[in-house]
């Protein structure tokens, strides 16, 4: 999972087709408001050229993948990185405006296809959220550890196994325990009666329960859980 915000945001418009201003068209990318930080961060690795279209994204990074998909981040107010900066997942291209064709602060984020052909993908798939109006949170897995361990007092030894291994009973309960706390409940004894109060509480998937808990620990897990706990 990856969002070019961090904490909380909402998506405003999604990909697909919408009525604006009595005209229906086709919105080949997500319209996102930030929250918490308007600072917009590269969702993947890639080389970046800044660029002004007036009557279209306005102030927006191009931003090219090395297999040529190219992503779209527009109507920025401002640049954080010079032209040509080759930039990694995560690090600071700009900040959130309401420059060219926009009715409001936001970021525009498409992903298209290699070339020039204005043809766009999935980008709500390529970054693992939904493609739907609503308020959500993201937060890189560093932070969301660091955040979890802090609420729910975590060992470091525990947190980096959180970080490292496969899901510990101990760990779950004490996530659950921690989650549970402000409502002056007591957190499960049992591992699993754990697991089902933290599927419950976060809304997590029968998918992501059994990853939880058969495999290594995931992202998209630990992002859920933060933004549930925040």
């Known amino acids: 999972m990856i969002c070019c915000f961090h904490g909380r945001y909402r998506i405003t418009s999604p990909r697909g087709y919408r009525s604006l201003g009595g005209t229906r068209e086709y919105h080949g990318g997500l319209d996102l408001v930030a929250v918490d930080d308007t600072t917009v961060r590269a969702i993947a ?31 920025l107010k401002g640049f954080c990185v010079p032209q040509g900066t080759y930039v990694h997942k995560g690090d600071a291209i700009g900040v959130m405006g309401s420059t060219g064709k926009s009715t409001g602060a936001h970021t525009h984020l498409e992903i298209r296809v290699p070339g020039s052909s204005k ?36 060992a470091q030894s525990t947190k980096q196994y959180l970080l490292d291994y496969d899901y510990a009973n101990d760990l779950c309960n004490k996530l659950y325990t ?20 933290i599927e419950k509480k976060c809304g997590l998937s029968k998918a992501t329960m059994n990853y939880l808990w058969a495999y290594r620990y995931s992202q998209e897990l630990m992002v859920k859980l933060w933004a549930r706990m925040a």
Request: hydrophobic share 30%; proline share 2%; charged share 25%.
């Open 178 to 197: 921690g989650m549970t706390k402000a409502q002056g409940k007591k957190g499960s004894e049992v591992a699993y009666d754990a697991a089902i109060g």
């Open 45 to 75: 690795d890639g080389k970046v050229r800044t660029l002004k279209e007036p009557s279209g994204f306005g102030n927006y990074i191009r931003q090219t993948l090395s297999d040529g998909r190219r992503i779209y981040y527009g109507h």
């Open 119 to 154: 043809e766009s993908l999935d980008i709500a798939a390529f970054c693992g959220i939904e493609n739907a109006i609503g308020s959500y949170c993201y937060y890189p897995l560093d932070i969301c550890a660091d955040k979890i361990a802090s609420l729910c007092g975590l």
